[in-house]
């Protein structure tokens, strides 16, 4: 199909077809002379992904690397989820104090030592933020998320898919990021159906 | 305190706090001439939280409306819930397919009519965007999320505090808010951590 189909069927502009082959998130299409190409189902499904990417808040740098991991994907389902987190994880700064972050992961039995270092500093800045904001997480409460968020990601990895490293790739990738504002969406439901379970309509 | 003392105590610089002077976030401070007033422990406290909620991606706005509800907070911590979730998340959208949305909410067992407008929405719109990047979330992957966030959710909502209406507020808000982050955050360290454990370090 050419750009103009291409950009119908997916209802992407043209013009922002165009700056992601600029950009090298979409492959060229198949030239069929100096000012024309065509493009097929792979363009489709490869466009579908940019947008659910850049529409998840993904940056375009960051979707170039996790595009590049599906185009060049390795092996190991656990080297493709380092990979994924590395390349849609803010970079670790050198001046996060880790301690407490590493206290945090010790209270699941793991060596924080065997982190990936931008995931450790993801929760050591969120701790920060929180403590900069003079929000303590009762201790119940805390208990409670470690819980809640190790049942969730036992059955995450329990089906990562083995079929092909595509379907691993594109499973670890999208889960990663695509799934994180259905689980924020979904805590604040639950949020709101538990405090109206809890205390009702009555205002004292 | 002068201004340039509480850019001092907070580590906010001037030119930002006259920002939030104008923009409301921040109280005035107490009038000592025509062009000097005074800021006291009042103000600290305002300027850590409006920086936690603007270093959280809360905007300007969204700012505002939380820090009314601190100003003038209604006395149920359910109302309180609601409003904060109301202030910080973005509205409901008209277009959107509930019908998935409600389905998941229903198997917690909660009428999703009941639900607040922009949180059926976030979760629609999650859905949608899972849904557009052709990615399902796997049944038993779902049923773990509604279970780990119930237990979560069950936590928090317990530890509302009941002292006093000021600390309801800023544990609601900020609890909702900053809290986010860290989940995701420990989310990912999980994913690797069970991951690594699953998987090892062989390359295929």
Known sequence: MRISELSAETGVPVATIKYYLREKLLPEGERTSATQAVYGPAHVERLRLIRALVDSGVGIAASRQVIAALDD?????????????????????????????????SRWGWNPDACGPQQLAGVARALDTLDRAGFTVPEATMDAYLAGIRRMVDAEIDAIPTTSTDAAVRYVVLGTVLVEPLLLALRRVA??????????DAVS
Chains 1, 2 share one sequence.
């Open 73 to 105: 994907p390795p092996a190991n389902p656990n080297h493709l989820l380092g990979m994924a987190h590395a390349a849609v994880s803010p970079p670790a700064l050198d001046d996060l104090d880790l301690s407490a972050a590493e206290a945090l992961i």
């Open 191 to 200: 949020e709101e159906f538990v405090s109206g379970d809890r205390y009702g």
